[in-house]
């Protein structure tokens, strides 16, 4: 079962499939993570928390 890098959270094997880069296993960050988010190909700090 994939889990996101950054907060360990639960993530299913097709958004693995569409987010994760190149041939990895798992994501670098999920939607669920509160202090980082993808920015295109990059992964960076958020400027604000997220509810």
């Not at 987010?19 to 960050?29: H, K, L, N, S």
């Amino acid at each position: 079962m994939p889990e996101c890098a950054n907060c360990g959270g639960f993530v299913t094997e097709g958004y693995v499939r569409v987010f994760a880069p190149g041939e990895r296993e798992t994501v670098r960050v999920c939607p669920n993570c509160e202090d980082k988010l993808r920015d295109g190909a990059d992964v960076r700090e958020a400027r604000s928390k997220r509810t």
